[in-house]
């Protein structure tokens, strides 16, 4: 005789008799009951409070007599498809008849989300189980518990104004937005909260740059996390990079924290979020989940109580400044104090790069030059982004005047760096990616194993270095997170953005603008002047710069590009590249602002400025091309 299975859902949020009759039919429909509890992600996008956490519900669904299984659901939107799924697939070979129960407060296949899944596995739907009348629910207990006035009373005492989470902040690798405009200390608060459902992480380090914001975002954060039942540890003022030492390196942090919107405005804030491994948080990678439950949060105003964890976590401060400098100087093959006497000039765009460069570098005999030392989140001098090299020309004059061997620059939060040799010549990123790609190779005792990342806004340098060395060459997406993702899939030794991001498999595959500055020292002790070493470069493989245009239809302009250059060799991994004998070009879209940023490079100066022109005619509208 074929038994039947008997599958029920339910939030059970606090449970109640409406719970009870739906359970007690259920049981009476087949030979098993298993019931399935929705979790706690579901429990805050759907109903916006949590009075018993997903493990207590379990717990107590799991004592009443009719229920012979319970189920923790593993589906993240409300309807429970994929516990259905899971359920029907390990109970096939009993050969049940399967029954999905729905309660009163569901009344036919047509509004049932759950329908085709039922279809595909033969699951026979009944509703109104338990009675038609729908008894009071959760959110009708709620009010009679008064919970709606507490929470009023809460946000009124933390004197939060109400402001909306943008969703617009979450980008493709960071949250960054206007403080107290896109976000505030509530959407920061329901932001840990979410961080904390989601990831549930035990243990995590928490670092902050120089702006006005900072402190308030970490004391919001923490205290979210902290009444999740997690330990937060302060790692303070700091640059980004300590941040992924210690989600790499400090075995019992799971997840690292940086309050930074590293070169933008001050007015603006935002934090970087990397798991075990400094692996970095994007929106195909779980920042699109904190965003989801960050906002449902925020829209139905949670109550601020306990969700995830009875227990408190703990606050308490780590000082990793000792360990992380062994780390640089370890990772660069030196000792302190290895270094021959330099004079350098360092800009640090009252950013923390100055902050760290002391804390690292203090130990070394170098001859520093300090301009807009002092952290400062407002940035009074200009903007913390070296990138564009109008910021950075006040360093350009100053290693002329002071006969200095380098200069040096950081952006806000320190993670990117650029240099200026001897001669006051700015060293575009590019061909610092090709010059320090071909040193590390050097390095390197299998050389013909090694493969290097490459940004793809230009690279026939890179490329030419790199098989020099006998190695390959794999291009990424552009974007720290995905080139480190690239890198760890392939085990890559190196890469660098023309951004300044620079990456190394022995620092986990994440970027330190402080080992970069110290093998720069380095190679200049060694091999001589800056400038010669990079004129190659300059005289070799000339480019654009990237220049950004403003346009209304980027996709279409991307069509007729590729109309345009269909005789050229197409890539269409990050926008459109198209490579020709003599000269080539990358057209994409940014991934924080609505431009086209075209790049181009060739093997003449006059080449490029030529096709400059051509390209810039045809994507603001000038040229049609049929």
Not at 259 to 277: E, V
């Amino acid at each position: 005789m074929v038994q039947t299975l008997v599958i029920a859902s339910g939030y059970f949020n606090p449970i109640h008799i409406g719970h009870i009759r739906l359970l007690e039919e259920a049981k009476k429909l087949g030979d098993k009951l298993i019931v399935i509890v929705n979790n706690d992600k579901q429990q805050i996008l759907k109903k916006g409070k949590i009075i018993m956490n997903e493990n207590e519900r379990v717990e107590v669904v799991k004592a009443i007599k009719y229920v012979d299984e319970v189920f923790l659901s593993i589906d993240e939107d409300f309807p429970v498809i994929n516990s259905l799924e899971e359920i029907a697939k390990n109970n096939l070979h009993f050969n049940y008849k399967i029954i999905f129960a729905n309660g009163g407060d569901r009344e036919s296949k047509k509004v049932v989300p759950e329908t085709p899944i039922c279809e595909k596995y033969n699951i026979e739907m009944k509703f109104g189980v338990g009675g038609m009348d729908k008894p009071n629910s959760s959110s009708n207990i709620n009010k009679l518990m008064g919970l709606e006035q507490i929470e009023e009373k809460i946000i009124k005492d933390k004197k939060i104004e109400n402001i909306k989470i943008n969703p617009k902040i979450f980008k493709a690798y960071d949250i960054r937005g206007e403080w107290n405009k896109d976000w505030n200390s509530e959407s920061v608060y329901n932001i840990g909260k979410a961080i904390a459902l989601h990831l549930k992480p035990k243990s995590v380090a928490i670092g902050r740059d120089m702006r006005i914001s900072s402190d308030e975002i970490f004391e919001q954060l923490s205290s979210a996390l902290i009444e999740e039942g997690i330990n937060v540890k302060d790692l303070g003022l700091c640059g980004t990079e300590l941040t992924y030492f210690a989600s790499s390196f400090i075995p019992d942090i799971d997840l690292s924290i940086m309050i930074t919107a590293s070169h933008n405005p001050g007015k603006d804030n935002g934090l970087k979020i990397t798991s075990k491994n400094s692996v970095s948080l994007g929106l195909d990678s779980g920042l699109d989940k904190i965003r989801d439950i960050a906002l449902s949060l925020t829209e139905k105003n949670l109550d601020f109580t306990n969700t995830y964890n009875q227990n408190k976590g703990i606050l308490s401060k780590l000082n990793l400044w000792e360990e992380y400098k062994e780390h640089v100087f370890k990772l660069a093959k030196l000792r302190f104090g290895d270094i021959l006497r330099k004079r350098i000039v360092i800009d640090a765009g009252n950013g923390i790069g100055g902050y760290l460069f002391d804390k690292i570098f203090g130990c070394l005999n170098l001859d520093v030059i300090k301009m807009f030392w002092e952290p400062d989140g407002n940035f009074p001098n200009h903007q913390a982004d070296p990138f564009q090299e109008s910021n950075v020309e006040e360093l350009k004059k100053k290693v002329i005047e002071d006969k200095a061997d380098l200069g040096i620059a950081y952006d806000g939060d320190s993670d990117r760096v650029f240099f200026v040799d001897e001669k006051g010549r700015y060293i575009p990123g590019y061909y610092f990616a090709a010059f320090m790609g071909e040193y590390i190779l050097k390095q390197s005792q299998n050389k013909e194993e090694e493969i290097i990342v490459h940004d793809p806004r230009y690279y026939w340098a890179t490329r030419d270095i790199i098989i020099k060395q006998g190695s390959k060459y794999i291009p990424s997406k552009v974007g720290h997170t995905l080139i480190k993702e690239k890198m760890r899939k392939i085990n890559s030794i190196f890469s660098a953005e023309c951004s300044g991001h620079i990456f190394y498999r022995e620092n986990n595959f994440a970027e330190s603008s402080m080992l970069t500055t110290l093998l720069v020292l380095k190679i200049i002790s060694e091999q001589g002047p800056l400038s010669e070493i990079v004129e190659p470069f300059f005289s070799k493989y000339p480019i654009s710069g990237e220049i950004n245009l403003i346009v209304e239809d980027p996709k279409d302009i991307l069509v007729k590009l590729e109309q345009k250059y269909c005789m050229g060799n197409i890539s269409k991994l990050d926008g459109i590249g198209i490579d020709f004998s003599e000269w080539r070009f990358n057209v994409r879209y940014s991934n924080t602002q609505p431009l086209l940023r075209l790049n181009v490079e060739a093997i003449s100066k006059e080449i490029v400025e030529n096709k400059v022109e051509e390209l810039k005619k045809i994507i603001e509208g000038k040229i049609i091309n049929h």
